[in-house]
């Protein structure tokens, strides 16, 4: 077993544990990992000299650290499969209205989310895995982003929001246009784009909600304003029971408490 921010299907990413022996067929294997691994994917790998089958019906991976997609806005024309989750936010994919830079931003911002404006090695990461398993059979696929060359420095990127790009993913430095796409005929690195193409884009939101909190044995919860994010829970005991820990809890822009 693997945990990383490496597209798993390399196999690059750290081994988490391993198991060597017989595995009999529906036989349950359970594999934490001890000490916790941070990263964006699991995957399982058969290590074999010898050509051998492997199959499983199913996988559970446990964690506290993962945002619920049932946490995510949903649209009601958003394609089927389109939503994902990663490091506290959430992303959808749309790939069946292609519009200009422009016209993407708007669209995504009138839903009260924004082109991705931010970028790191395990975000690219997480993006290039989506984009190339819902494009596995076209590699030509193209998606808007929210990097756009910076007007005063031709030399420069910048975010829609405004910050200064540090950290790019460029198939081929330079170029002269002034937005950017998630280039799937490149690995899904970056290129230059003219602003006025129709590509398809990735809208990324915040959670809407924390979902709905454990509640001790024994006690009261009381939500006045649902699970929303901003919303606060309060907790009391019955009679001759005591609070252990804070009487209230908020749900935090991250999607959790």
Known sequence: VRV???????????????????????????????PPMPGAFVSV??????????????????????????RCPTFRDQP????????????????????????????????????????????QGFISWELWRRHRSDVSSQY?????RDGSDRSSWKWVNGDELTVSF????????????????????????NCNTLLNFICQHQPKTC??????PNSTMVALNGFEVGAQIKYSCDANHLLVGPPTRTCLETGFY
């Not at 808007?144 to 756009?148: F, H, L, S």
């Not at 979902?211 to 001790?216: D, N, S, Y």
């Open 4 to 34: 990383g921010n490496n597209r798993p299907d390399l196999g690059t990413n750290p081994i988490c544990n391993r198991f060597t022996g017989l595995l009999e067929a529906g036989q349950p294997l359970f594999l934490p990992c001890n």
């Open 45 to 70: 790998h058969l290590e074999n000299s010898t050509p051998n089958p492997l199959s499983i019906c199913e996988a559970f991976v446990y964690t506290d650290q993962a945002l619920p997609i049932e």
């Open 80 to 123: 089927p499969g389109a939503l994902a989750s990663y490091n506290g936010k959430c992303y959808i994919f749309y790939n069946r209205q292609p519009l200009n830079f422009l016209d993407a931003l708007s669209f995504c911002r009138s839903r009260g989310g924004t082109l991705i404006s931010e970028s790191n090695p395990a975000l």
């Open 144 to 148: 808007w982003m929210g990097a756009v």
């Open 170 to 193: 460029w198939s081929h430095p330079g170029g002269d246009e002034d937005c950017a796409r998630f280039d799937g005929s490149k690995g899904w690195l970056w290129s230059d784009t």
């Open 211 to 216: 979902g709905r909190p454990e509640q001790p």
